[in-house]
């Protein structure tokens, strides 16, 4: 029989399996605390489980971590790995750090099947989900790397929060999600806060209503165009979840969220969704003209990192910051991401990896598009 990764177990999950060894669930805490908190693999240097324990371990389990493939360090800080995970399939994660946090932006399956026409993990196709031991092995590595590489003192986390907007549509992948985040929100585990857990999604609307009620964590949402006739071109799944939809889950999510706002981000395509009068359409849409309620939200206006098959370019700088302004002027909150890790391709949109097309999506996306006109 194949040994078990321990890394695909929340507590809960744990505790259920030791009790099929006859262990109690502190003995579940134990050995969870040693994993994530002390990221240790070998069960013979968990020094406080009993030797007896630690002979049902051996050859049973198993703390699988991710084969390094490669790491890019940026002149920034922001560190980019390349994590094998089989198939000839990779993933990435990016570490960013800033003055009062350290966030790691993880990857949930290896490519992507929405196909957002200017994400290029999107024109890479999708190959698999992750498992939920995969997820987590992209923090576990992280933390416990970082906390010697940057010489941490003792008790010191080195990733403070976590996005879920690295490779492919983490609520595509929920049943592997959602044991994950409650690894993350563990105070046995990683002991984040839920209001420093993002996710990202480029609007699976029955699945947000999900979140909503099993896990309910930050929510980041692409929204990148006003109207659904843009929309759809842009990020295909508008078609089966249009605005409205997507809106009202949005509304409805907040309820349970450990925020009052949802973040909306949008990626500011020259000549395809910066105009100002575009900027109209997006206060029109979330602060209830035409009848719906309002949607508290900040925007996160993101600068487009070109890739040749997209046929797209980046909005030049005053345009973005003419854009900004109009949704300031209306008093939403909006800001400009920096962008980090320009020089090693680890900026938003640019995760693309090794993954082996299976979806023909080079073939699907790779038209002619210079010019999207809005409806
Ligand atoms: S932006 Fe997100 S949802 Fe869209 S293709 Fe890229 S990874 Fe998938």
Known sequence: MNPVNLLD???DALTAWCGELGEKRFRAVQLFRWIHQKGESDFARMSDLAKSLRGKLAGAAMVQPLQ?????????????WL???GGGNAVESVFIPEDDRGTLCVSSQAGCAVGCRFCSTGHQGFSRNLSTGEILAQLWFAEHHLRTRL????????ITNVVMMGMGEPLQNYSALVPALRVMLDDHGYGL???RVTVSTSGVVPMIERLQADCPVAMAVSLH???DGLRDQLVPLNRKYPLAELLSACRAYLS???RDFITFEYCMLDGVNDSPAQAQQLIDLVSGRGGQPRVPCKFNLIPFNP?????LKRSPRDRVMAFAKVLQDAGIVTTVRKTRGDDIDAACGQLAGEVQDRTNAQNRLTRPVIRIEAS
Do not use: N
């Open 151 to 158: 010489a941490l003192p003792a008790g010191e986390r080195a």
């Open 225 to 227: 165009a006003p109207t």
């Open 256 to 258: 349970a969220a450990p």
């Open 307 to 311: 890739f040749p098959a997209s046929g």
């Open 193 to 195: 806060s839920r209001r």
């Open 83 to 85: 994590f094998d995970v």
């Open 9 to 11: 177990f929340d507590l």
């Open 68 to 80: 390094v493939i490669s790491e890019q360090a940026s002149s920034d800080g922001t560190i980019k």
